[in-house]
């Protein structure tokens, strides 16, 4: 039983100490999130010989692959070369991040084939560096290229400067907590002094600075059974209009009506006074004409 209950405490706390997606911790226990450079549309830049190059982070890229020699609907790449004769994938999407060199490193592999080079396929590295100069997003820089001809190139290295790579404070269950229960708050007192103002102004017919919310506990048990009345009231007048719309549906029973020619015969004569009965024209009584 106690080597059960370790087991499970060992895997609880493997699984917890797991770093979420484009995460991680250094040695000093600093926090870093790179999601927040993941972009609906991609990172597009061009090397040193004029090819494009599009690329996205914690994600596939959003530009359609061409003639990439991979099976695109089975795997999410995480970079194109744009080449002459087909897109070169130069990565496949890791969410894993590594701390070196003073920056965070992130590594994508298994990209198209290289050409020229047997067994080998595309890769690449991103160096991203804590620049609290650069607010925006940044943008990568291509540093190296391996083989260095455009067309045969199968490792890239690139620079990226940004201030989302510098350490940020993690938001922990309790830290969200906390955030939840103050905008919960905020939200409180805002509709406790629109409601407060409203009731003030029109129920109770002050005017100027009567008419502001008071912070006090009567006052506010007082807006709170008035706003509770309201909302009963409310409740209560839908129920009632959705009841009578629904008996005024089920009161309307089309299938129940079979017609039949007599029957719009007598319905018709009934609602025409001026037309006399058939048998009375037969026995000779006519209507009086002027």
Wanted: charged share 20%; glycine share 8%; hydrophobic share 35%.
């Amino acid at each position: 039983m106690l080597t059960r209950l370790g087991f499970l405490c060992l895997l609880a706390g493997s699984v917890l100490a797991q770093e979420k997606p484009c995460t991680t911790h250094d040695s000093a226990n600093n926090y870093y999130d790179l999601n927040p450079l993941r972009a609906s549309k991609d990172y597009e830049f061009q090397t040193d010989g004029g090819q494009s190059v599009y690329l996205n982070l914690c994600g596939g890229v959003h530009t359609d692959p061409w003639n990439t020699g991979l099976d695109e609907s089975q795997v999410d790449i995480a970079g194109l070369v744009r080449r002459e004769h087909g897109d070169f994938a130069i990565g496949l999407v890791n969410t894993t991040l590594e701390i070196k060199d003073g920056g965070v490193l992130l590594r994508q592999s298994e990209g198209s084939p290289c050409t020229g080079l047997d067994d080998e396929r595309g890769s690449s590295t991103i160096l991203f560096i804590c620049d609290m100069s650069v607010y925006s997003a940044g943008k990568p820089v291509l540093l190296a290229q391996w083989p260095s001809e455009d067309d045969r190139a199968c490792h890239y290295e690139f620079e990226w400067r940004t201030h989302y790579a510098c350490p940020v404070g993690e938001r922990g269950f309790f830290g969200g907590l906390i955030v939840f229960l103050t905008i919960s708050v905020m939200i409180l007192l805002m509709a406790f002094i629109v409601i407060s103002t409203v009731y003030n102004r029109f129920a109770l017919r002050q005017r100027g600075f009567d008419q502001l919310p008071k912070f006090t506990l009567s006052h506010a048990r007082e807006i709170w059974e008035v706003s509770s009345e309201f909302l009963h009231s409310l409740v209560d007048f839908v129920t009632a209009a959705w009841n009578t719309r629904s008996r005024g549906f089920r009161s309307v029973n089309t299938s129940s009506h079979h017609w039949t020619s007599r029957d719009e015969e007598e319905a018709l004569r009934s609602s025409d006074p001026l037309e006399l009965d058939p048998e009375d024209l037969r026995g000779g009584n006519r209507p009086f004409r002027l």
